[in-house]
C-alpha cells in the first residue's frame, strides 16, 4: 500500500508540473490583446446649436417648412421605402417628429415606430404630439452621441434624414444601428449632397462629408449597399441592408 501511495504522489506531482509547464508556455507565446482606441469625434461642436436653441417652435420654422425639400416631398420619402404595414421603424435623428408620425400609419397598429433624438426638448415635444395625435404605436426614445439606444435585433428599418452629418462618432453609431437591425433589415440615409463648387456654401460649411464617404462608412459597418434614389435635388436617399446572415 506504501508504494501504491507514493506512486501515486509522485503521478500528480508529474502531471501538476506539466500543467505548469504548459501554461507558461502559453503565457510565452500568446500574442498581446489588442484593444482599439476610442474613437475621436469628427465633428466637435455639430451639435452644439440644438443644444442652445432648445425653443422647438424656431426649430419647426426652419424644418416644417416648403422651402426645405425633406418636408415639401415627405409623401415621396416614406414611399420610398417600399412597404411597411407591420413592421418595426426608427427614425433616428427624428427632430420635431413630421417623419416619424408619417410613419406611424404607414406602420399600422401592428407596426411600431421609434422616434430617436438627443434633445430632451425636441423628445417632449415628439412624446406631446403623439399623445394629442393618439399614435399608440410611436415611442419616443433618448439616443446618445454613440449609440442609438435600440434593442439589438428589434428593428427591420432603420431611417435617418439629415442627421448622419450630425453623427459626432460615425464608426459607433454606424455599428449601434448594424446591431439595432434585424438580419435582412434596411439602413435608410438621407443627406445633403455635398459637392465643391456646387453645392451651396451652407452646406460645404456644415456637412462632413459627401454620399462617396457616407457609402464607405456605412459599408465599413458591415452594411450592403442595395440602391440611391434620386427624386431629391439637395438631398440623396441610400439603401443599405444588413446581411440576412
Not at 420610398?80 to 397598429?109: C, E, N, Q, S, Y
Not at 404605436?137 to 434624414?161: I, K, Y
Request: charged share 25%; with cysteine.
Amino acid at each position: 500500500m506504501l508504494q501504491i501511495s507514493r506512486s501515486t504522489k509522485h503521478l500528480r506531482c508529474a502531471l501538476l508540473m506539466a500543467v505548469l509547464c504548459a501554461v507558461a508556455a502559453c503565457s510565452h507565446h500568446a500574442a498581446p490583446a489588442v484593444v482599439a482606441p476610442p474613437e475621436t469625434s469628427v465633428r466637435p461642436g455639430i451639435n452644439k446649436a440644438y443644444a442652445d436653441d432648445p425653443n422647438v417652435d424656431s426649430w419647426r420654422g426652419r424644418f416644417e417648412i416648403e422651402s426645405r425639400e425633406i418636408w415639401s416631398e415627405r409623401a415621396k420619402i416614406v414611399a420610398a421605402l417600399g412597404p411597411l404595414d407591420g413592421i418595426t421603424l426608427a427614425d433616428v435623428g427624428a427632430g420635431t417628429g413630421f417623419l416619424a408620425r408619417l410613419f406611424t400609419a404607414k406602420v399600422g397598429t401592428k407596426g411600431r415606430v421609434f422616434a430617436v433624438d438627443i434633445l430632451p426638448a425636441f423628445l417632449e415635444h415628439m412624446r406631446t404630439e403623439a399623445a394629442r395625435e393618439g399614435l399608440t404605436n410611436m415611442q419616443v426614445l433618448e439616443g446618445g452621441e454613440r449609440t442609438c439606444n435600440l434593442a439589438v435585433g428589434s428593428c427591420d428599418v432603420v431611417f435617418s434624414s439629415d442627421t448622419y452629418h450630425h453623427f459626432e462618432y460615425p464608426r459607433s453609431m454606424n455599428a449601434s444601428i448594424f446591431a439595432a437591425l434585424k438580419p435582412g433589415g434596411t439602413y435608410a440615409v438621407i443627406d445633403f449632397v455635398r459637392i465643391e463648387g456646387t453645392s451651396r456654401k451652407w452646406i460645404l460649411d456644415h456637412v462632413r462629408a459627401g454620399e462617396e464617404v457616407v457609402r464607405a462608412e456605412i459599408e465599413a459597418a458591415g452594411f450592403e449597399f442595395v440602391r440611391a434614389e434620386r427624386f431629391l435635388q439637395e438631398n440623396y436617399l441610400l439603401l443599405f441592408r444588413k446581411p440576412a446572415r
